[in-house]
């Protein structure tokens, strides 16, 4: 059984079969499930039939791929206005599971699975292992949030699929994370970068080196994470770092993943549709160019997607991938239009901080953005923990670091910035999705 | 002559300089000789202690970002002058000063004692004993 499911890579495999599908015939079967989907939603989602007739587009008028462009997009507050179950598409009798957003603003967002859905949902979770090289023979420490966050359960029910040894131990409980994974001796760990960072610092208090265990591949996702942050966790762990990506909106963990060679998540566009659009005028871009992803379910039964927007900004890659499969990848995602901040009446993301932050040697990734404002104008400040390795012991060699670190951000985000140095761990540890910015600017 | 001296980061608030010497009580670690570098939002404290590997082992344990320096201890005649002499001997040989402090003093022997952190502290060293300068032992310091 390990030799099967160890050629990860083969199109032998038959799970992974679809990763190395022709082009042609990919497209073809993308058609026939949208044409399919299509119609199922016109036919059982009262919401979505009533803006196709508005826009006096059939069903029947989706006779290409490129015919989606016709479709209307759907957003996330399409999803609260129809609180709770407003945009499902079967009845509730053929819901096997639930999933909701945490909701920080007002009522959350509600998922729902068929058992049909459940399999996709399993088979692209699989597909997402076998592509980080995990196999049966892993144990596999799941620190993903259970409940009603998909990613927990999501990663468990694929790595149980899988035939690895899953540990459900849920985020949190930072020691038992580590001695777990020291005696269990687990060798693939699913986390958010933030707190498996925090886990790796911990353990190293402990006296623990995380290099020393027999971890080896860590599937990190649910946050936008850095290049630069990725080369910390690869260095400090002594581990692969995969980025997963995923949205409960669409199915949860397993709509994207990376593969060995590291360079882009490859989209298992079988079941989801990727389409790069100007988040300004809603037109589809060609691939190569950056701009919003837009997912459309290709097979989902309960709560289909049609051209859902991910606010998550990056571009379809249209080199071919070394690992050999067919399917499309979309570049490392390390910015969502959601997290823009607007200083002074520029852009700027967090994820372009971290960046600069981190191509400075020796500074560590521990960092939060504050914004707030003085006479009027916006101030950005980041606060930066201190490390031994950095603290000269005179006063010029600490104001030099402050001020390389604060030419390095200003030459990324084009804005001024404050660099203070803070004493270590002195900046909140996340125990899931990490908080960077802290907004004060409404608050006078 | 040569002494271990520890660096600390501390930010510039209320209650982080006395947790440093909380940590170094609680370990019957003394304070021989201290100086305060400070800023608008961070100072440096420098501190020579009878046991800094002690020291150093129980502020990094509390989380402190500890540096080890070497600095040159030297004695002074207690005179108009006494420190003139040490600096001269400095300055003809372009050695620079990064930093300095006072040291406690021997009243018997009417001699003061002087922290000099050095861009070069071995040449220093060297340069100090040919000219005749007395340093401070460490045995002298801990005892």
Redesign the interface.
């Known amino acids: 059984m390990s030799t099967y499911w160890n050629d990860k890579n083969s199109p032998m495999n038959p799970v992974s079969a679809p990763d190395f599908l022709p082009t042609e015939q990919m497209r073809e079967l993308q058609l026939y499930r949208l044409q399919g989907v299509v119609k199922h939603c016109y036919d059982n989602v009262e919401f979505f039939k009533n803006r196709l007739d508005e826009r006096s587009i059939a069903p029947g008028d989706i006779k290409t791929l490129e015919d989606i462009a016709k479709l209307p997009f759907a957003v996330k507050t399409d999803l609260r206005d129809n609180y709770p179950f407003g945009l499902f598409a079967v009845p509730m009798n053929d819901i096997v599971r639930l999933h909701a957003s945490s909701g920080t603003t007002g009522k959350p967002i509600v998922v729902a699975y068929t058992e049909e859905d459940m399999k996709v949902w399993v088979n692209v979770m699989v597909r997402s292992l076998a592509s980080c090289g995990v196999s049966s023979e892993d144990i596999l420490q799941n620190a993903y949030g259970y409940g009603l966050f998909t990613g927990g359960l999501g990663l468990h029910c694929g790595a149980e699929a899988l035939g690895a040894t899953v540990i459900p131990i849920s985020g949190g409980n930072t020691n038992k994370q580590i001695m777990l994974m020291k005696d269990f001796g687990s060798t693939v760990i699913s986390v958010t970068p933030s707190y498996f960072l925090h886990v790796v610092e911990v353990a190293s208090e402990m006296g623990i080196s995380i290099k020393d265990l027999p971890l080896r591949v860590g599937i990190f996702g649910a946050e936008p994470w850095t290049f630069e942050m990725r080369a910390r966790i690869e260095e400090q762990a002594g581990i692969k770092a995969y980025d997963i990506y995923g949205l409960s909106e669409i199915i949860g963990p397993g709509v994207g993943v990376e593969c060995s060679a590291q360079n882009g998540l490859h989209i298992f566009e079988d079941h989801f549709y990727p389409e790069i659009i100007d988040s300004d005028t809603g037109e589809v871009l060609p691939d190569g160019t950056e701009g919003e992803l837009v997912l459309t379910t290709l097979t989902k039964q309960a709560i289909p997607m049609i051209r859902y927007r991910t606010r998550d900004i990056t571009k379809i890659m249209t080199e071919k991938c070394k690992c050999g499969r067919t399917i499309r990848r979309i570049e490392k995602i390390s910015t969502r239009s959601d997290d823009m901040m607007i200083i002074r009446g520029v852009n700027v993301f967090p994820s372009q901080i971290e960046a600069a932050l981190l191509a400075i040697e020796g500074t560590l990734p521990h960092y939060m953005i504050y914004l707030t404002k003085e006479h009027d104008l916006d101030c950005l400040e980041v606060k930066v923990e201190i490390n031994s390795a950095q603290f000269g012991d005179t006063v010029s060699a600490i104001e030099g670091l402050k001020s390389r670190i604060a030419e390095s951000i200003k030459s990324v985000v084009g804005v001024s910035v404050k660099v203070t140095l803070v004493e270590p761990k002195t900046i909140e540890r996340s125990q899931g999705k990490a908080k960077r910015v802290i907004d004060l600017r409404n608050n006078k | 002559m040569k002494i271990q ?1 520890l ?1 600390l ?3 510039n608030k209320p209650g ?1 300089l006395i947790s440093i010497c909380s940590d170094l009580d609680k370990y019957g670690i003394n304070i021989l000789a201290l100086s305060l ?1 400070d ?1 608008t ?2 100072g ?1 404290l ?1 501190l020579i202690v009878n046991d800094w590997e002690k020291a150093k082992t129980a502020l ?1 344990a509390d ?5 080890i ?1 070497e600095v040159v201890a030297i004695e002074v005649p207690n005179d108009p002058g006494g420190l003139v002499k040490v600096l001269d001997v400095m300055d003809a040989s372009e050695i620079n000063i ?2 300095m402090y006072a040291f406690a003093g021997n009243p018997e022997l009417n001699t003061a004692a002087l922290i000099f ?1 050095f861009d070069k502290p071995d040449v220093a060293v060297e340069i100090l004993r040919n000219a005749g300068i007395s340093g401070v032992d460490p045995i002298d310091v801990f005892n």
């Open positions: 001296q660096s980061f501390i930010e982080h570098a800023t939002s961070f440096i420098r990094e989380g402190h970002v500890v540096n320096t990064e930093y952190r």
